[in-house]
């Protein structure tokens, strides 16, 4: 049998030589295969393992939620039990890489390409998500390994190979080296350009375009850099090594502060939005809702109602649902199989909370601020689709995302924008962080122990050439690596439902005691 080291090894040349000859477009066909279909294949894998996980547990999501919230606030925390993390710290490091800029540019991204009505596809992907997140965080505490030191190691490539047998290596191989692709594209460079962009952006509102510090080099035919970008870059670096070199029980110690109080600033600052522009609310969400099934199509092209113009906002639903919240994805479950239990599902039902908690209500705020201020108008989508003489200025990603914040804050701070400026630079720092682990993991299962510090160096690397760097190349192939990195994990819980059945149904018939009881 072919070792991991060797077979990693193969993988990556191959990624390396289709990258040479096809370029991205080879990897990010994932999202529009097969080419003859309307309904991408990916699209029905995700929803359709989250339908099946979500009947055959018999709705885990809605039956446990209760009980999540139960073992997440410490009731059954026992620090005499195996891990490395209790499931609050496990819960926090997750949702630090989860919560982040798919919560601000992720869901403006949404509407820009697919309209209002993505809101209501990501809202689908988070329902049956829970379901997922739920299967493949208590697989990954169950299959789990610990190395040397007493470190947990566990994710994916660990359910695969011990839960449906070694014949199955290669498999999990896919998945890790995906995830160690992922996390230099999906947890990395898109988060630190994000980063770079809005401090970009702040920094010439004050001094112009044209000063030294904001001015573009054009260093290429299609690549220019400023001097801000470079410091940018250098910053976030400093930031993130401070952190990442200590390891998970420093990224677990860090983020278990930070995760809280990022999102309770940017949830109180959503709910003023709401409340300033509570009549429209009402609105935005008919037009959610309206958009979702019957968006208006391109002015001049395809008849608004088509099949096409709907795959269109699903499609971009979807996407940025999983990019969002990563249900299904697999990398969830590296960092909840550090959790401190000896009962897989205890942490299973912590795990199903992150979606409700990331997507339903962070991302679902953002929509609407976005939606109800009319921040939205400034999109390709409304432009295209809605008036055609629009004359205002069109925005992406988190500048969409502060406009709606600047305009809805302003009967209180004339600078609301200045609170996405916070919330990208906490939320990307901590997502950094966070995939840091990912990484790690993915890479001691392919390599070894020795491999990490290798990893790291690349990695850290990594977030200043995202800083610097473009935002189309980023999206894509981490849209791409984060489709691929899905499928092994998706075909594992499907293998393994039934031995993630029977231990459900067996955790629930026992006796739940408090460890102080």
């Known amino acids: 049998m072919i070792s991991k080291k060797t077979g990693a090894i193969v993988f990556f040349g191959a990624v390396f030589v289709l990258l040479s000859v096809f370029g991205v477009s080879f990897f990010e066909a994932i999202w529009s295969f097969p080419r003859f279909s309307l309904v991408p294949l990916m699209v029905v894998a995700l929803l359709g393992t989250g ?27 026992d620090p005499n039990e195996a891990g490395d993390l209790n499931h609050f710290q496990a819960l ?37 998500g829970s379901a997922l997140k739920f299967a493949e ?23 695969i190979e011990k839960g449906l047998g070694k014949q199955w290596r290669w498999l999990a191989i896919i998945f890790a080296g995906f995830a160690v692709i992922c996390s230099f594209a999906t947890g990395n460079a898109i988060q630190s350009f994000t980063l770079s962009d809005q401090l970009y952006s702040e920094v010439s509102q004050v001094v112009g375009t044209e000063h030294f510090l904001t001015i573009k080099h054009q260093l290429t035919d299609w690549y220019s850099v400023s001097v801000q970008q470079v410091i940018n870059g250098l910053f976030i670096t400093v930031i993130a090594a401070l952190v990442i070199i200590g390891g998970i029980k420093r990224i677990g110690s860090v983020t278990s502060y930070l995760a809280p109080f990022m999102a309770a600033i940017y949830v109180v600052s959503a709910v003023l939005i709401l409340l300033a522009n509570i009549t429209e609310v009402p609105t935005s969400f008919g037009m959610i809702i309206s958009m979702a099934f019957n968006p208006p199509a391109a002015i001049g092209g395809v008849a608004g109602g088509t099949l096409i113009v709907f795959m269109n906002t699903l499609l971009w639903g979807v996407k940025r649902g999983l990019y969002s919240n990563e249900a299904g994805q697999g990398s969830a479950p590296i960092a909840h199989s550090t959790a401190k239990t000896d009962y897989p599902v205890r942490e299973g039902v912590v795990a ?39 004359t205002g200025e069109i925005l992406n990603g988190s500048l969409l995302t502060s406009l709606a914040f600047k305009e809805g804050l302003s009967w209180i701070i004339p600078f609301g924008d200045k609170i996405i400026t916070l919330g990208v630079l906490l939320f990307a720092i901590s997502t950094v962080i966070s995939w840091s682990f990912y990484g790690d993991r993915a890479t001691e299962y392919l390599f070894g122990e020795k491999a990490i510090p290798v990893y790291r160096t690349f990695y850290i690397s990594f977030v200043f050439i995202g800083a610097i760097a473009t935002l189309e190349a980023m999206w894509a192939f981490g849209d791409a690596a984060l489709g691929f990195m899905t499928f092994p994990n998706l075909i594992s819980i499907v293998l393994l439902s039934g031995t993630l059945k029977k231990m459900t149904k067996d955790y629930f018939e026992m006796e739940h005691k408090t460890f102080k009881d």
């Open 51 to 77: 339908i099946f996980t979500t009947i055959n547990l018999g709705f885990p999501q809605i039956k446990y939620l209760k009980h999540g919230i139960k073992v997440t606030r410490g009731d059954y925390d």
């Open 92 to 128: 926090t490091t997750a949702l630090s890489a989860t919560v982040g800029i798919g919560n601000i540019a992720g869901v403006a991204t949404a509407i820009y390409y697919g309209g209002p009505g993505a809101l209501f596809w990501m809202w689908v992907t988070a329902f049956f």
């Open 137 to 159: 965080c208590t697989l990954a505490v169950e299959y789990r390994d610990f190395d040397k030191s007493g470190m947990t190691a566990g994710g994916p490539m660990y359910t």
């Open 352 to 390: 199903l909370l992150e979606p409700f908690i990331d997507t339903i209500i962070i991302c679902t705020l953002t929509g609407l601020a976005i939606i109800s201020t009319g921040a939205w108008q400034h999109t390709e989508f409304y432009v295209s689709r809605i008036d055609p003489n629009f």
